[in-house]
């Protein structure tokens, strides 16, 4: 009986104090009960489920970025949240137009078709297309040595992959993609009549990828088409036999721009409503394949942070803003309108959160702020690693997200929801980031992990 006894005491006593670095059981407690509920009562993946498939791709300006609008308006309607809102923006509206053309013409293995994609944002060719020889480079700074004698009135083919002995991917991305955003206006300098880019993507397949390109105001414009990366591959060795010439089309153009909207829903804080936990993703993809990963993915866990938070019976302190951002791809005007908001409003925003980096397994979260107190601020959050780790998550200074980036000036706190990124680059950007290519699971166990974090935000804050 005795014996009984001490169990008792031992086991009422574990209620209150885990072993865990003394944090209080409750926590622990509390987060398996999300996760619990993530992966039963979950509703990002269904979420998903109709906003690829029924609404599909969704360039900002497009009549399916407002269909976005409204469905997930109306979801987070049905959660019974506090208030539900919809925040005005003006975004560009860019239209891709007909199929773009690029074509090996002439070489030794004849007339080659190429896989294509005109770059986000790109100028069309003449009607007639362009045909020209071509001059292949691995950087920006290659296109300056060549000069204007060696660049004019020529495609300039920049061929500088993704780096694969990068662990990280988004270093990889980041090492390459100067050459899609800022090819174009550089190769104009020297009288460069297109641009070809290779796809930025870590692997050897036939799929194009899109992506923005950026022109400087100063310089002509050019057309910019990105190729697959076996296209570029083949493009490179026919180049090596001697001179090669492609023919391009493009067919784009600027539309007028349109009135849309940041998608808002909120659980108004208990204790201290004044002060915001903002979660979010972008609404808008790219106008290729459904924008699954890219950011159908992070919307849709964000949301079911909400959803979550109110089936796991919290209370929260502080309010839980959930933001689905319009317009990162081409403009970070929702961004930006959220940006002037936080500048403007008597709230104190002390956390935002951005699932943007797709929706595969959670590895963890990367943090930024220009808070003086941000070193402090993240020592005392790897406390909680104890709660964490289990699920195998970390907490670690890193980068955030662009959707929320324009807080950054306001000492917010930012943090990026970092899963595994090995595939992500397969997908990004191309008509293969698609429904089926999201595991459920590793969605849901996504909204688990931000919610997970949001919990401990709210009842600790930022110390």
Not at 163 to 181: C, E, H, K, P
Not at 197 to 224: C, F, W
Not at 362 to 383: A, H, V, W
Request: hydrophobic share 40%; proline share 4%.
């Amino acid at each position: 009986m005795k014996k009984l006894y001490w169990l008792f005491v031992l086991s009422f006593s574990s209620l209150f104090v885990s072993a865990q670095g003394g944090m209080p059981n409750e926590d622990a407690w509390m987060i398996r009960k999300i996760y619990d509920k993530s992966l039963t009562e979950g509703q990002c993946y269904p979420w998903l489920h109709f906003l690829t498939k029924k609404i599909g791709n969704r360039i900002s300006g497009s009549p399916q970025s407002f269909a976005a609008v409204e469905f997930t308006r109306q979801m987070l309607d049905t959660l019974g949240l506090d208030s539900v809102w919809l925040m005005p923006c003006v975004v560009p509206h860019w239209s891709r137009g007909n199929k773009s053309i690029a074509k090996i013409v002439g070489s030794k293995i004849g007339d080659v078709d190429m896989k294509c994609l005109a770059l986000g944002g790109s100028v069309a060719t003449p009607a007639e297309g362009i045909l020209a020889n071509v001059v292949e480079v691995k950087s920006l700074e290659e296109v300056e040595k060549l000069g204007k004698a060696n660049v004019e009135g020529k495609i300039v083919f920049f061929n500088r992959p993704m780096d694969n002995t990068q662990l990280n991917t988004f270093s990889a991305y980041g090492g390459a993609v100067d050459q899609r955003g800022s090819g174009a206006s550089v190769a104009a300098k020297y009288g460069a009549v297109a641009v070809l880019v290779r796809s930025m993507t870590t692997r050897l397949d036939d799929v194009p990828h899109s992506g923005g390109v950026n022109y400087q105001e100063d310089v002509p414009k050019i057309a910019a088409i990105a190729i697959s990366a076996n296209d570029a591959e083949k493009l490179s060795d026919l180049l090596k036999t001697g001179k090669t010439n492609v023919f391009v089309k493009a067919d784009c153009k600027w539309l007028k721009e349109k009135n849309s909207y940041n998608v808002i829903g909120e659980i108004k804080g208990s204790e201290y409503p004044n002060e915001v936990i903002v979660v979010g993703g972008h609404l808008d993809s790219w106008d290729v394949g459904e924008g699954a990963h890219d950011d159908g993915a992070g919307c849709m866990q964000s949301m079911d942070v909400l959803n979550i938070i109110k089936k796991a019976g919290i209370k929260p302190k502080r309010t839980i803003r959930c933001v689905l951002f319009m317009n990162e791809e081409n403009g970070l005007r929702g961004g930006k309108a959220y940006g002037e908001y936080v500048k403007n409003s008597k709230e104190k925003h002390i956390v935002a959160i951005e699932s943007d980096a797709g929706g595969f397994t959670p590895r963890g979260f990367e943090c930024e702020s220009i808070n003086e107190n941000f070193n402090t601020y993240l020592k005392n959050m790897q406390e909680w690693l104890p709660l964490l780790e289990p699920y195998g998550l970390s907490i670690k200074r890193g980068g955030s997200g662009a959707d929320i980036s324009p807080m950054r000036p306001h000492k917010v706190f930012l943090i990026g929801l970092r899963p595994d990124s090995q595939r992500y680059f397969d997908l990004h950007h191309t008509e293969i980031d698609t429904f089926e290519m999201v595991n459920k699971r590793e969605l849901e166990l996504g909204t688990a992990s931000m919610t997970s974090l949001i919990y401990l935000l709210d009842k600790y804050g930022l110390k």
